[in-house]
Nanobody, 128 residues
Framework: QVQLVESGGGLVQAGGSLRLSCAAS????????MGWFRQAPGKEREFVAS????????YYADSVKGRFTISGDNAKNTLYLQMNNLKPEDTAIYYC?????????????????????WGQGTQVTVSA
């Protein structure tokens, strides 16, 4: 059973930075397309970014493009989300997820239903 454990969330002022981590059991990051999603209070969960490691592809939501970077470390089986120039509207619980798709594919899915495995989430709060 694959397990995903997020960490790195916290409280930060607008304009600040945080780096989220997602530790995966097994060689999950290397073999599967991985993604980050977030859910703000009172809103549905939304796509943030995805990465296909072997294919070398990344994909970002327009709202975070240019500010967030998704990456991973195969040796540590860990997925990252570097978040810079944070805004109050970035406040949410952030989740990492593993998709159905092999990381050798160029497709980097943005839809929640394409990710069957999820972590428990980490809270990010950005103050104005």
């Amino acid at each position: 059973q694959v397990q995903l454990v997020e960490s790195g969330g916290g409280l930060v002022q607008a304009g600040g930075s945080l780096r989220l981590s997602c530790a995966a059991s097994g060689r999950t990051f290397e073999n599967y397309v991985m993604g980050w999603f977030r859910q703000a209070p009172g809103k549905e969960r939304e796509f943030v970014a995805s990465i296909s490691w072997s294919a070398g592809n990344t994909y970002y939501a327009d709202s975070v493009k240019g500010r967030f970077t998704i990456s991973g470390d195969n040796a540590k089986n860990t997925l990252y989300l570097q978040m810079n120039n944070l805004k109050p509207e970035d406040t949410a619980i952030y989740y990492c997820a593993r998709s159905y798709y092999s990381s050798s594919r160029t497709y980097t899915p943005p839809h929640e239903y394409e990710y069957p495995t999820w972590g428990q989430g980490t809270q990010v709060t950005v103050s104005a």
